[in-house]
């Protein structure tokens, strides 16, 4: 039990966030009584904080208030309440160079500028790796580090907005339990770190409305690389591969079937063999050999899924896998797999009359994180960059990483390219609006089916980055129910070696 000290607090303090915390009735009796008999516990529930954490905060006398998950909203709730701001909360990340590991308190609102940092301190840095957190994280016995000062021993900075608020709120583990301390308390947990300023607020990182600038100003940015040319040019993208050329071309004939589609997929034998490996996977369950693409088509995918999925297939050949990426990162193949078979499972749950067509949702899905190979195409020194400001901001979405380095992000990068391919409209403003649920312009169904298949995904740890619950308009506008959302990424979830596998034969 954390010291009497450390749990001081003013009665009048307990009844006035009763309603704003929403503490249940018995813990705010147990408050009051243990206030009355002088042992004044601002505990909210049985759950102990990490021994670590009570014994730094006794040592050092810091009077805290534990709030628990079930008494308060989660995370994203809670910093849209009025209880408290998204620069009230508090995340630690711990970076590293040559010279030994940092840690770095920062505000949930912001992004960890890995150069301004590493200029102020006059080091390289980087964050840590995912099994460096673990491994860490184990050495305290902790299931994950706390947003707390490990121990007195690495170097501390804490970002200068943070001594600006009344009280902030640490987050101490998986469950949810928050440290709540007020400035004062605070500033004896810190005192022997430094206050520097190398934060960017998320507020000032916003979409570009006129994305053809967006990509001309970014461009122009880098006279260094001798980008110079006129868009086209200037992205240096190899042309569109003649089959996928002659797969649009296919498309938009009202006259195509099985066979000319068949005989078109079957003159490219490795696109062949792909599509045919994806038919043949246990996830579709097929009975029987699927011995071609016109098996393919016929008995298994169907002509509008197999016609977008070989062109998604042909055009994810175009380019080559980079061989940077963030620490942890899904490989390419296996999150365009994941994204596809959610939009597909997504669109089959919708009510009939509200379906777009799936082979584009499929096709929108497989080419979803294309922008990621068309970055380190085009930037492959500001590719590293990336990567490196993406595992210091594992909260940060990496559309707005890439926006404050480069102006401009993968996903407006990659609707350009589709545009200048002459991709289905459809595809385009998937790719370019999937990170906006609100966005209400043209095909907006396809970008608000990539949202939510990518939001799912992340809620199951299957891709990378913060996970942004599904509003009920999300649902309401597809018109399923979080039910059937639960039962489309439970299937993915469990058929997940199945779609491993799939995403291997792409690689291969």
């Given at each position: 039990m954390p010291h009497p000290q450390a749990l001081t607090c003013q009665i009048s303090h307990i009844h006035h966030n009763l309603h704003k915390t929403r503490y249940i009735p018995h813990v705010a009796a147990f408050a009051a009584a243990t206030m009355l008999s002088g042992m004044a516990h601002c505990e909210v529930s049985s759950m102990p904080l990490p021994p670590s954490v009570s014994e730094r905060l006794s040592s050092q006398g810091i009077d805290y208030q534990i709030i628990e998950a079930a008494e308060i909203a989660p995370l994203h709730q809670l910093c849209s309440s009025e209880q408290a701001s998204p620069s009230q909360i508090v995340k630690l990340v711990v970076l590293q160079d040559s010279l030994g590991h940092l840690q770095a308190l920062i505000p949930a609102d912001s992004l960890l500028d890995l150069s301004r940092l590493s200029e102020l301190k006059g080091r390289n840095l980087v964050a840590i790796t995912p099994q460096q957190h673990e491994e860490m994280a184990r050495s305290q016995g902790l299931e994950q580090l706390p947003a707390f000062p490990l121990n007195d021993s690495l170097p501390l900075v804490v970002e200068k907005r943070l001594i600006e608020a009344d009280s902030l709120y640490l987050e101490m583990s998986i469950s949810g339990q928050h440290l709540k301390l007020t400035q004062s308390e605070f500033a004896k947990l810190v005192s022997h770190g430094s206050i520097a300023d190398f934060c960017i607020s998320l507020n000032r990182l916003t979409p570009n409305d006129n994305d053809r600038a967006a990509v001309e100003s970014s461009v122009q940015r880098f006279t260094k690389l001798r980008i110079q040319r006129r868009l086209e040019e200037t992205l240096e993208m190899p042309p569109l591969p003649e089959t996928a050329e002659q797969i649009i071309q296919l498309r938009i004939d009202p006259e195509a079937g099985?066979?000319?589609?068949?005989?078109?997929?079957?003159?490219?034998?490795?696109?062949?063999?792909?599509?045919?490996?994806?038919?043949?996977?246990?996830?579709?369950?097929?009975?029987?050999?699927?011995?071609?693409?016109?098996?393919?088509v016929v008995r298994v995918l169907g002509f509008d899924l197999v016609i977008n999925l070989a062109l998604g297939l042909a055009l994810g050949r175009t380019l080559k896998l980079p061989q940077d990426g963030p620490h942890g990162v899904t490989p390419f193949w296996q999150q365009s797999v994941y994204?596809?078979?959610?939009?597909?499972?997504?669109?089959?749950?919708?009510?009939?009359?509200?379906?777009?067509?799936?082979?584009?949702?499929?096709?929108?899905?497989?080419?979803?994180?294309?922008?990621?190979?068309?970055?380190?195409?085009?930037?492959?020194?500001?590719?590293?960059?990336?990567?490196?400001?993406?595992e210091a901001n594992s909260h940060v979405d990496p559309h707005l990483i890439e926006q404050h380095i480069l102006s401009v992000d993968r996903e407006t990068l990659a609707s350009q390219l589709m545009d200048c391919w002459s991709m289905p409209e459809e595809v385009i403003q998937a790719l370019r609006?999937?990170?906006?649920?609100?966005?209400?312009?043209?095909?907006?169904?396809?970008?608000?089916?990539?949202?939510?298949?990518?939001?799912?995904?992340?809620?199951?740890?299957?891709?990378?980055?913060?996970?942004?619950?599904?509003?009920?308009?999300?649902y309401e506008e597809l018109g399923i129910s979080p039910v059937d959302a639960l039962q489309v990424i439970n299937r993915v979830v469990a058929q997940k070696d199945e779609l491993r596998q799939m995403a291997r034969n792409l690689e291969g």
């Open positions: 099985v066979g000319e589609l068949a005989e078109l997929v079957e003159r490219d034998p490795s696109l062949a063999a792909q599509v045919v490996s994806w038919a043949s996977s246990p996830y579709y369950a097929a009975p029987g050999a699927i011995k071609s693409v016109h098996d393919a994204c596809a078979v959610t939009m597909e499972g997504l669109v089959k749950a919708m009510p009939s009359e509200r379906r777009p067509s799936i082979g584009l949702a499929y096709l929108s899905g497989l080419l979803s994180n294309y922008g990621y190979l068309v970055l380190a195409h085009i930037f492959p020194p500001y590719f590293n960059v990336i990567c490196r400001n993406i609006w999937q990170n906006y649920p609100d966005y209400q312009g043209d095909y907006n169904l396809y970008a608000r089916l990539l949202y939510a298949s990518n939001q799912l995904l992340r809620s199951v740890g299957l891709i990378q980055g913060p996970v942004h619950d599904l509003d009920d308009k999300v």
